[in-house]
């Protein structure tokens, strides 16, 4: 039987102190599960863990987004989500192909139209066959420009380099170009979707929510107002040769 041995064993015993329990060890933060193998083996389930992490913290993303490198992931999860697009947009493509078709063979006499008729097949499949590197490029440029307004706005965190934020938008695209495609809804959830990047980019840059919304959203109002700016100078023009 044991028994006290002085005052530090017998006071906690009288006064019902008991000891502490022992400090859980942190837990070591994971990458996005779209590229975290360890903890989703397969391939789906790191997509379905994808969309878990997004309904439950969207901003979380931005913040796992930095743990690892690298644009193959998040280009390749960019593509699984515009195989929509890349159909929709074969379609259009076949329909006008078709037209253009028939129409050059209606003038199957002349030497152009046989051409034509030879090389719009051709062409549009070019055309669907560049479809994955447009998507690779928009990513690019568009996680960029987001990099650099954000830097314009004087937000941007030592240590977060531009291909994070490339990442990042990369990432977060993907789900706001599956949404646009919601019916009535489209439209909203494209702007709000920037809105939501700009929120991410200011938690993954650790600045205040302001410099990143207008980081986000600085490329919309310039294409803006150079449209509005472009339709001023055609009806100029119009009223000059009247």
């Known amino acids: 039987m044991n028994e006290p041995t002085g005052p530090q064993d017998v006071l906690p015993a009288a006064l019902g102190w008991s000891e502490p329990p022992p400090l859980a060890l942190p837990v070591a933060p994971r990458p996005v599960p779209f590229e975290d193998r360890e903890t989703f083996p397969g391939f789906w389930s790191r997509v379905g863990g994808m969309f878990r992490l997004v309904f439950r913290d969207p901003m979380e993303l931005f913040e796992r987004v930095p743990l690892t490198e690298g644009l193959g992931a998040p280009w390749r999860f960019l593509l699984l989500f515009s195989v929509p697009s890349f159909l929709l947009m074969g379609l259009v493509f076949f329909g006008a192909g078709m037209g253009l078709l028939s129409a050059?063979?209606?003038?199957?006499?002349?030497?152009?139209?046989?051409?034509?008729?030879?090389?719009?097949?051709?062409?549009?499949?070019?055309?669907?066959?560049?479809?994955?590197?447009?998507?690779f490029l928009g990513m690019v440029v568009g996680g960029a420009l987001n990099h650099f307004f954000l830097w314009l706005w004087g937000g941007l965190r030592p240590g977060v380099s531009t291909t994070q934020s490339i990442r990042a938008y990369g990432y977060a695209s993907a789900f706001i170009q599956l949404g646009g495609f919601i019916p009535i809804l489209g439209l909203f959830v494209q702007l709000a979707g920037m809105v939501v990047i700009g929120l991410g980019l200011a938690r993954m840059h650790r600045t205040a929510t302001w410099r990143g919304v207008c980081a986000a959203l600085t490329p919309l109002f310039l294409l803006l107002v150079a449209g509005f700016l472009l339709l001023l100078g055609i009806v100029a023009l119009v009223l000059l040769k009247r």
Do not use: D, K, N
């Not at 051409?115 to 994955?132: C, K, Q, R």
């Open 104 to 135: 050059a063979l209606e003038e199957s006499g002349r030497t152009e139209s046989r051409v034509l008729a030879t090389a719009m097949p051709l062409l549009f499949g070019a055309i669907l066959l560049l479809m994955p590197l447009f998507s």
